[in-house]
């Protein structure tokens, strides 16, 4: 069971925002897509029992650690962990039917994977979300252009280093990609340790 300290300390601030758009009683589907160490499905399943999650990560390490934690808590509304790699087409990704899905989280990839990911995130989200669905992003974004504060230029600076296709991406450019794929940016949250929450919802005709 990997642990991040930046997860524990973020997984309640971001099951805030959650628990103002996720209906309480309603049964939900939800993939989580790169879910890391797994610490946060297993928090948003204990919060939110109506939901059904898929977590995946493209790592294997990742998808032990959710194991280890799934069958640590024995959560029945937590799925098995799947191989899923956001810059593949979404037809790759374990057979989700179009319109399929209520939510799709993915949490601090943007910034850390080459563009490939975040275009193959939205074009998938854009698919199988049944319409009105969601897509929450989080992580640290640019607005405008503009990266603040300087820690966030500092670590900008620092993943551009080690990955030249790495670095924070803009929110306006975030919801062009959105568009394309038939979402829309519904609502962006300020989040503590100046990160976001962006939430996309999908159109109802797309
Ligand atoms: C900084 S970690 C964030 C993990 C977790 N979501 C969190 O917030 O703690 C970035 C994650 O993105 C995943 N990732 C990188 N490239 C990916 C890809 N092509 N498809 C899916 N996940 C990917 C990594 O394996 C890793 O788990």
Not at 1 to 7: E, I, P, Y
Not at 41 to 68: E, G, L, M, R, Y
Not at 181 to 192: A, I
Request: aromatic share 8%.
């Amino acid at each position: 069971m990997l642990c991040a300290a930046a997860a524990e300390r973020n997984k309640e601030p971001i099951s805030s925002v959650l628990r103002d758009c996720i209906e309480p009683s309603r049964p939900l589907k939800a993939l989580e897509i790169s879910s890391g160490s797994g610490q946060h499905i297993v928090h948003f399943a204990q919060a939110f029992k109506n939901v059904t999650w898929q977590p995946s990560d493209v790592d294997v390490q990742s998808i032990s650690s959710i194991q280890a934690y799934r069958n640590h808590l024995k959560l029945d509304n937590v799925k098995s962990a799947i191989h899923l790699d956001a810059s593949q087409s979404w037809e790759n990704w374990s057979g989700f039917e179009p319109d399929s899905l209520d939510i799709v989280i993915n949490l601090n990839m943007i910034h850390i994977s080459p563009i490939a990911c975040t275009k193959g995130l939205f074009k998938g989200a854009g698919v199988i979300l049944k319409p009105q669905g969601l897509l929450l992003t989080y992580g640290p974004y640019s607005v405008n252009g503009v990266i603040t504060p300087q820690s966030n230029v500092d670590f900008d600076y620092s993943l551009r280093q080690r990955n030249p296709e790495w670095g924070l991406r803009d929110v306006s450019f975030l919801n062009s990609l959105a568009e394309e794929n038939g979402l829309f940016l519904q609502k962006m949250v300020d989040m503590p340790a100046n990160n976001k929450c962006l939430l996309f919802r999908k159109e109802s005709q797309v």
